[in-house]
């Protein structure tokens, strides 16, 4: 006896239907599609790039390392200071400073949004390599982005450069004092 058109008992409102099989094309595929899933699961040779999951993470992860270039050593604090000495750098820096700090911390470090920057008082620290690491960490939460995310390592060293030596200007309208005082 054929499958094929063989009535179903019930009747719903008087319609009944018949109980066909799925072509076996369809079926063919639909088992093929739960085995395919499996064997990509595993990504084993010859799929994909047949090196498993792990291993494809971990080459995603060198690729995008390899694309980003490995962050620049921090300078060491006699290599800061050589640079805060350096006329050249240190323009770079008043450049970079006009740029992105003065609208927080205003053009002559005077200090708006942000502390003033040419007093003895320091919130993070006054040593050079505390203000360089202040401006490479940000302080997110009061508001003080973190730039080695946004600028380059040579452009955080010049502007921290820039800070040091706006220490002991007279910025037109000062902020007053925050912080501890770091006598240098
Ligand atoms: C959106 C505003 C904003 C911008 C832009 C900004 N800062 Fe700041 N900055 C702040 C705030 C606010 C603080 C104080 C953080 C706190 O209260 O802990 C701060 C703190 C600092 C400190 C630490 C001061 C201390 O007393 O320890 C340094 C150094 C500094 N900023 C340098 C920079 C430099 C360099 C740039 C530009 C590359 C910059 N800032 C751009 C808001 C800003």
Redesign the pocket.
Known sequence: MSDQDRLIEHSYDGIQEYDNPMPRWWVTMFWATIVYAGLYYLNIGGMGSGEGRIAQYEASMAAAAAARPPEAPTLSPEALLALANDPARVAAGKE??TK??A???AADGGGL???N?TDD??????RIE??HK??VE??LA????A?GQI?TPAEVDD??AY?WSLHGTTPAAPKAA??EVVLR
């Open positions: 970079d400073f992105y700090c609208s927080c911390h949004i942000g502390p920057l008082a320091w919130l993070h620290g006054g505390e203000v202040t401006i940000g302080v009061k508001g003080m982005p730039w600028l502007v921290a800070v925050e912080g």
